[in-house]
């Protein structure tokens, strides 16, 4: 069946523009999660869905980044305006249900370039 | 703050078994140990998880610790497909529950 999905794959943007990324996920997953990942490093957390209620965004790294999911399958991550230090591969992933002893199914991912 | 510790890198020959070993001494009963990798330009992928038992799928095999303060993915054979980026992270009250919080994970490079 159809992963999650993620588009666009790469995306330029200069600096203090708006960007908009966006997660499909996979068909019936309840639980939605977007990461960021630096060069070199893990992906990090950054909010986290269960349908359409967004239950933790404390990884959020600034109030320019705003995530919604309102129909309690597409995801939208938001960054307005966008800086050169928000470069970076957005991950999204998503699970049937969120708990503990289940696997996340993760995107391709977004590489922002901000300039 | 990843809460595993792992090494940063290790390298493999081609058709030869790897054992990755993870640290996790700060580990609560209720946590599960998952396993991914993350091939070059791809996002992470499931590999293996558990949380007393050892477990084994097509992919791996985990070997958790009695007191499961460490644990080891062990790959049977592997292949140049298998370098990648592995993480081990724990799943449950230590990390918040539902989320992941990945280190820098150990990098394999597999030799031919």
């Known amino acids: 069946g159809a992963g999650v999905s993620q588009s666009p794959r790469y995306k330029v943007a200069k600096r203090g523009q708006d960007v908009a990324l966006r997660c499909d996920p996979i068909?019936?997953?309840?639980?939605l999660f977007w990461y960021q990942q630096a060069l070199g490093q893990g992906p990090e957390f950054l909010t986290y869905?269960?349908?359409?209620?967004?239950?933790?965004k404390s990884g959020l790294p600034s109030d320019r980044f705003f995530a919604e999911r309102p129909e309690g399958s597409v995801s939208t991550l938001k960054i307005q305006p966008s800086e050169p230090r928000d470069s970076a591969v957005y991950f999204c992933?998503?699970?049937?249900?969120?708990?503990?002893?289940?696997?996340?199914?993760f995107g391709p991912g977004t590489r922002l370039t901000v300039t | 703050d990843a809460k595993t510790t792992q090494p940063n890198s290790m390298e493999s020959n081609e058709e030869e078994p790897v054992h990755l070993p993870c640290n996790h001494s700060?580990?609560?009963?209720?946590?599960?140990i998952h396993w991914y990798r993350q091939l070059p330009s791809q996002g992470p992928e499931y590999v293996i998880h558990?949380?007393?038992s050892n477990v084994n799928n097509r992919m791996a095999s985990l070997a958790i610790a009695e007191d499961r303060k460490s644990s080891t993915l062990i790959l049977h054979r592997a292949t140049l497909r298998d370098a990648a980026v592995y993480y081990c992270?724990?799943?449950?009250?230590?990390?918040?529950?539902?989320?992941?919080?990945f280190g820098t994970g150990t990098r394999l490079k597999v030799l031919a």
């Open positions: 869905f269960q349908n359409e209620a967004q239950l933790d």
């Open positions: 068909s019936g997953h309840v639980s």
């Open positions: 700060t580990i609560s009963g209720t946590d599960y």
């Open positions: 992933a998503s699970s049937l249900e969120g708990a503990r002893a289940e696997e996340q199914y």
């Open positions: 558990g949380l007393t």
């Open positions: 992270i724990l799943r449950g009250p230590t990390s918040g529950t539902y989320k992941y919080i």
